[in-house]
């Protein structure tokens, strides 16, 4: 699966984006999605993941902010990030993989297939 992540931009905080991510040439319909993102000077941390049977999973620091879903028929998974924090500052990627469930679809390593990243800069 090709992933192109994009919508990443320069905002305030209290702000609204929403990513996406593009899939093409693979099965899309029966991987999970996942968003992850890294800041500078840290690791790569799980933000949201959404399986394909649309069950959602959120990283603490985002649950009730971000909402994490999926369009099977246009091939694309979406993360509507709201009320922006400066902390919420980093690259984000999204990853396609067979996973299913909690735990192994919080993690990264699980996922075989990874966009090139859209930078979410919130200022204060």
């Known amino acids: 699966v090709q992933l192109q992540a994009f919508g990443g931009g320069l905002v305030q905080t209290g702000d609204s984006l929403r990513l996406s991510c593009a899939a093409s040439?693979?099965?899309?319909?029966?991987?999970?999605m996942g968003w992850f993102r890294q800041a500078p000077g840290k690791e790569r941390e799980f933000v949201a993941a959404v399986n394909w049977m649309g069950g959602s999973y959120y990283a603490d620091s985002v649950r009730g902010r971000f909402t994490i879903s999926r369009d099977n028929g246009k091939n694309t998974a979406y993360l509507q990030m709201n009320s922006l924090e400066p902390q919420d500052t980093a690259v984000y990627y999204c990853a396609a993989g067979s996973v299913y469930y909690s735990p192994k679809i919080l993690d990264g390593n699980e996922y075989s297939s990874w966009g090139q990243g859209t930078q979410v800069t919130v200022s204060s």
């Open positions: 040439g693979g099965a899309f319909s029966t991987d999970a």
